[in-house]
């Protein structure tokens, strides 16, 4: 007979556990992997669930409108190169008051 400090038997116990959690949790990765050819994905209510992007064509008809005429819209960074093409960009498209936001050089 071995005697055995409770808290040792609590830890051996935890370290099963644990194993045998990471070996299912290989399994179900791996079988997901199989049954959808991504990276990653999901297990939900026994579905599998992939990340996918989609490519989709909007006609002119469907361009929504980007901006709110009576809103602001802020740009940081704003006195830089990229800060006045963004103001320009947005000006163009509708936004009727922009703030821009920079350090003084």
Same mark, same amino acid.
Request: aromatic share 6%.
């Given at each position: 007979?071995?005697?055995?400090?409770?808290?040792?038997?609590?830890?051996?116990?935890?370290?099963?556990?644990?194993?045998?959690?990471?070996?299912?949790?290989?399994?179900?990765?791996?079988?997901?992997?199989?049954?959808?050819? @991504?990276?990653?994905?999901? +297990?939900?209510?026994? !579905?599998?669930?992939?990340? /996918?992007? *989609?490519?989709?064509?909007?006609g =002119?008809?469907?361009?929504?409108?980007?901006?709110?005429?009576?809103?602001?819209?802020?740009?940081?960074?704003? @006195?830089?190169g990229?800060? +006045?093409?963004?103001? !320009?960009?947005?000006?163009? /498209?509708? *936004?009727?008051?922009?703030?821009e =936001?920079?350090?003084?050089?």
């Open positions: 007979m071995v005697n055995m400090h409770p808290d040792d038997a609590v830890h051996n116990i935890k370290n099963v556990i644990v194993s045998q959690a990471m070996v299912l949790a290989g399994m179900v990765l791996s079988h997901a992997r199989a049954a959808t050819n @991504f990276d990653q994905c999901a +297990l939900r209510g026994g !579905e599998y669930f992939a990340c /996918r992007l *989609a490519e989709k064509q909007l =002119a008809s469907t361009k929504p409108d980007l901006f709110v005429a009576e809103g602001t819209y802020v740009i940081t960074g704003g @006195f830089g990229l800060g +006045l093409l963004v103001c !320009e960009w947005l000006v163009s /498209r509708g *936004a009727k008051h922009v703030a =936001a920079g350090m003084a050089s």
